[in-house]
């Protein structure tokens, strides 16, 4: 606590109440509304519940707006609300095979049963500000009937599969050990496949995507195919132990991609295609993708390749500085009072330089004589 601040607590006080006043800004301009952040900044709202680890779309548009649109502060605020909320139980695996898609492409075949469905996306947009924005209040046609189907679509990774080129992911044993949950236990290293996409998914989107642009440099060599980016909704199940039976509860936006990567084969296994998988909430296409290329790095040691030193193939680097919000806590810790461990490294700094006066003068009154 700033102690020797003038005014103490009441100046904190005063700071909150300023703070509020610049989140509001210029009361002459209508202030945003949780609904209007939450449809039409729908992408900052997913990446939030993405790196927030809670899928509610009010409350990361609530965050948002407390965070003057500070995503991070957003990502933070939904995590601490989290912590406050009571878990009644786990929810069944969802099955994404089944998603019923809003946007599905393929890098890797150009025909695919169901087709290549583009969705709303930036990927031909000329990145042109466009002016016709600024004239709020304008209404929008309804879009087209054909606009509202989601088709359900087969995985493109299956076509490879049937002829064993591709790494066959086979699913654990009923018995196996239920993978460990990041919200609730802190990682230990080294990490099992399952805590590594966990770290993934909540990770900071720009140093995810950092670490897979490393990759398609060069650091870890890995060149990666898109087989399959899909993104749509997908029912969320629970068992009911009164019933003895899963029933829907809701359903859930997600973004799927699994990479094809090229692999010559190691010791232990055949030339082939490997995989690299991410899964985000919402539509989170960037993030998926780093995440996806990644987790394929990650894998190095599993696939019985070499380690080549990349930073995205150090697991320790990659999970221990991915999340956000430890960095933003140890980062902006140091705006935290210091002045004792200050003081002392100041008493420091002027003894060594003390000592090093005084033995530049010894020598050169020695030099003299």
């Avoid at 990502?75 to 969802?94: D, E």
């Avoid at 030339?271 to 993708?289: H, N, S, W």
């Avoid at 991915?322 to 960095?327: E, G, H, K, L």
Wanted: charged content about 30%; proline content about 7%.
């Amino acid at each position: 606590m700033y102690v020797a601040v003038k005014g103490g607590e009441k100046a904190i006080d005063k700071a909150h109440e300023w703070l509020e006043d610049e989140r509001r800004g210029d009361v002459s301009v209508t202030e945003l509304s949780v609904a209007q952040i939450r449809e039409q900044l729908a992408l900052a709202v997913n990446r939030v519940m993405a790196e927030g680890s809670l899928y509610d779309p009010d409350l990361a548009a609530l965050a948002i707006k407390q965070a003057r649109g500070d995503l991070i502060e957003a990502i933070f605020l939904i995590r601490a609300y989290r912590t406050t909320l009571p878990r009644f139980g786990y929810s069944q695996p969802v099955d994404t095979g089944a998603m019923a898609c809003d946007r599905r492409i393929s890098a890797t075949f150009k025909d695919v049963p169901g087709g290549q469905v583009l969705g709303p996306t930036f990927d031909y947009t000329h990145r042109l500000l466009d002016f016709a924005l600024e004239a709020e209040g304008l209404e929008r046609p309804e879009p087209p009937a054909e606009a509202a189907e989601h088709p359900v679509m087969p995985r493109v990774t299956e076509f490879l599969n049937r002829e064993g080129l591709i790494q066959d992911e086979v699913p654990p044993a009923p018995e196996a050990d239920q993978p460990g949950d990041l919200t609730r236990e802190p990682l230990e290293l080294p990490a099992e496949r399952p805590l590594r996409l966990q770290a993934l998914t909540r990770g900071d989107e720009g140093f995810v995507l950092s670490m897979a642009y490393s990759t398609q440099r060069g650091y870890a060599k890995n060149h990666p195919f898109v087989g399959e980016l899909r993104i749509g909704t997908v029912p969320v199940e629970a068992e009911i132990p009164e019933l003895g039976f899963a029933i829907e509860v809701g359903e859930i936006t997600l973004t799927e991609c699994e990479t094809v990567n090229q692999f010559l084969g190691s010791k232990t296994e055949p030339p082939q295609f490997t995989r690299g998988y991410g899964l985000v909430f919402g539509q989170t296409e960037r993030k998926a993708i780093s995440m996806a290329l990644v987790d394929r790095a990650l894998r190095w040691k599993e696939l019985g390749e070499d380690d080549k030193g990349a930073p995205a193939q150090d697991e320790e680097f990659v999970l221990y500085h991915s999340d956000n919000i430890q960095a933003t806590g140890f980062l902006e810790h140091i705006k935290l009072p210091h002045y004792v461990d200050f003081q002392s490294e100041l008493e420091l700094v002027r003894k060594i330089r003390r000592e090093a006066d005084a033995a530049q003068q010894g020598a050169r009154r020695e030099a003299a004589e």
